[in-house]
């Protein structure tokens, strides 16, 4: 493990007093240090809304994007199972999981993870959330490994608690709804870009959160300006003929995690 790299992401993962504070691109980076950092082909986080109920914020990937939609859609597996109870919930081998997860087990593999983690994100008796890493090799995690991924999903479970607790008057249901709001945004400037462009919609939000963090502005404001035709990227017209996409309430429908 890079020693270097795990302590500059605790300082990263800490660091919530700056101004314009982005939490899309805080939990982005909790996830895509995870897969830097703990030898997993890649990770999701899910954050509960004002209502209790699970939503996806961030992911490493688009194909583990679509398989935490998938859990969530059809109330079944690991990470449901690990914010209902607030504890680790993991399978080494996803083949022999048909009779616990039977719908998950096999979405995952047909998108190629063959092994999952769930990592709860929670402060004494309160759980936000839950950190999910998935690898595309059968095989027992390591357990430093996830004692190290335990770490990161608690350092930022208290980040998120205290920076709310900077913001005067602000629930903690407010901030996660904020956040749940911004990722809608950041979906349908993905889908656009990725659709003008011909590139698929983890490049689409490369160039956002690149764009974004070059011109050191929250990556939610730079997708809505992109999608009211104020911003260009990458030399893109404003305006045009845009696709209306998906809205938030579409979540609930079964994605296709496999071909």
Do not use: Y
């Amino acid at each position: 493990m890079d020693g270097e790299l795990l302590s500059a992401t605790f300082v990263e993962l800490t660091d919530t007093m700056v101004a314009g504070f982005d939490v899309i691109d805080f939990l982005h980076i909790l996830t895509g240090r995870s897969v830097q950092l703990l030898d997993v082909s890649a990770a999701g986080l899910l954050l509960a809304d004002p209502r209790g109920q699970l939503r996806v914020v961030a992911a490493s990937s688009e194909a583990v994007r679509l398989v935490e939609l998938f859990q969530l859609q059809n109330d079944q597996g690991p990470c449901l199972d690990c914010f209902r109870s607030g504890q680790p919930v993991g399978a080494a081998d996803l083949t022999a999981e048909a009779g616990r997860w039977p719908r998950f087990a096999v979405a995952a593999q047909a998108a190629g993870f063959c092994a999952v983690q769930a990592l709860p994100m929670r402060l004494r008796e309160q759980v936000i959330g839950a950190l999910n890493l998935f690898r595309a090799l059968p095989g027992p995690f390591d357990p430093a490994g996830l004692r190290v991924g335990q770490a990161l999903a608690d350092v930022a479970t208290i980040s998120l608690l205290h920076e709310r607790s900077m913001r005067h008057g602000d629930t903690l249901n407010e901030q996660l709804q904020t956040a749940l709001n911004s990722r809608v945004i950041i979906e349908q400037a993905k889908g656009i870009l990725a659709e003008r462009l011909g590139v698929d919609m983890s490049q689409a939000f490369s160039l956002l959160r690149d764009r974004a963090r070059s011109r050191n502005r929250r990556l939610s404001d730079l997708a809505q300006a992109f999608i009211d035709g104020t911003e260009t990227l990458t030399g893109l017209p404003p305006g045009g003929p845009r696709r209306r996409l998906p809205d938030a309430g579409q979540e609930h429908r079964r994605p296709r995690p496999g071909p």
